[in-house]
């Protein structure tokens, strides 16, 4: 496949400021058979482990033409184990393979001895906690040999042995490793809705001069047993409207920002994700035009 050693790839690697989607590979022919609808596609690591094959061939054609940003989610950052280094050899060389834009993981743990959950459990936030998360970004950082995005969790349940707050631990976490951070505005709604806090208030206090992506979803609403909302980090449906207008009103402070659109269960046709993209589109543009204005 092309390299920067022979024949560069179409596409820069740089992630503009605008709206992107998750890649597909059932989206492919229409991706590649039409006038770019959207700037950007982040694909999910584990997906594209395998030397070659189908999925290689497909993400090479989509790299001609798109930035790419990359995505973990099995590396248990969180984990109390040491990270894989296999699963990290096999990040590093997708990193110098397909040269994406960003590279993110979450804060989470999905590992416990051999066993590997299909899931993102979450993390108690403690000095302890603090100091193994640490540790791995700096392996993981040192091994791939470029920065890595933190992504802020979604979250059902909290830990009473936590003696931080969730902004605290993350900002601490940015400043001793020099990680970039990665805000997903739904996992925000989520977890403030399932804790009865402000989604607004978070945000007003999340470090955003550290964030260099956004990531928006849709949630699944529930109940818990006490018959209070309970929300569900599903990515199975459009953009929550309440999500938008979070997602809007941190455009409009602090300027646009990379900004990718999730939908991983019940995928729908292409369209309906480009008409997600454009929404946010939408936003990013009239921040960037208010920001012109006021800079002239």
């Known amino acids: 496949m092309p390299t920067?050693?022979?024949?560069?790839?179409?596409?820069?690697?740089?992630?503009p400021a605008r709206a992107g989607v998750g890649f597909k590979p059932e989206h492919a022919p229409e991706i590649l058979s039409r006038v770019r609808s959207v700037s950007f596609f982040e694909v999910h690591a584990e997906n594209y482990m395998g030397a070659g094959g189908a999925p290689h061939r497909i993400l090479e054609a989509i790299r001609e033409k798109y930035p790419l940003s990359l995505h973990g989610v099995g590396l248990s950052i969180g984990g109390e184990g040491p990270l894989d280094r296999e699963h990290l050899a096999r990040l590093k060389s997708l990193n110098q393979r397909y040269e994406p834009g960003l590279f993110?993981?979450?804060?989470?743990?999905?590992?416990?001895?051999?066993?590997?959950?299909?899931?993102?459990?979450?993390?108690?936030?403690?000095?302890?906690?603090?100091?193994?998360?640490?540790?791995?970004?700096?392996?993981?950082?040192?091994?791939?040999?470029?920065?890595?995005?933190?992504?802020?969790?979604?979250?059902?349940?909290?830990?009473?042995?936590?003696?931080?707050?969730?902004?605290?631990?993350i900002a601490d976490v940015a400043k001793r490793t020099g990680c970039g951070?990665?805000?997903?505005?739904?996992?925000?709604?989520?977890s403030c809705t399932n804790h009865e806090r402000s989604a607004a208030d978070y945000l007003h206090d999340f470090p955003m001069e550290l964030v260099q992506e956004i990531h928006l979803g849709g949630h699944a609403p529930d109940v818990d047993d006490l018959g209070r909302p309970l929300l569900i980090d599903a990515h199975d449906r459009k953009v929550d409207e309440q999500v938008w207008?979070?997602?809007?009103?941190?455009?409009?402070?602090?300027?646009?920002?990379?900004?990718?659109?999730?939908?991983?269960?019940?995928?729908?046709?292409?369209?309906?994700?480009?008409?997600?993209?454009q929404a946010a589109d939408a936003i990013l543009s009239r921040a960037g035009s208010t920001a012109l204005r006021k800079a002239v």
Do not use: K
Not at 181 to 190: A, K, M, R, S
């Open 4 to 15: 920067r050693e022979n024949e560069p790839f179409g596409a820069d690697h740089v992630i």
């Open 181 to 190: 951070l990665l805000l997903d505005v739904n996992n925000v709604h989520v």
């Open 104 to 169: 993110s993981e979450h804060l989470a743990w999905s590992t416990h001895d051999t066993t590997f959950f299909n899931d993102l459990l979450p993390v108690p936030y403690t000095r302890e906690t603090l100091n193994r998360v640490c540790d791995h970004i700096d392996e993981v950082q040192d091994e791939v040999g470029r920065q890595m995005l933190l992504e802020n969790p979604s979250t059902y349940v909290a830990f009473a042995q936590s003696t931080m707050g969730e902004i605290e631990f």
């Open 245 to 277: 207008r979070l997602y809007e009103d941190v455009i409009t402070r602090f300027g646009p920002i990379p900004t990718l659109v999730e939908w991983d269960n019940d995928v729908p046709n292409w369209p309906v994700l480009v008409e997600e993209a």
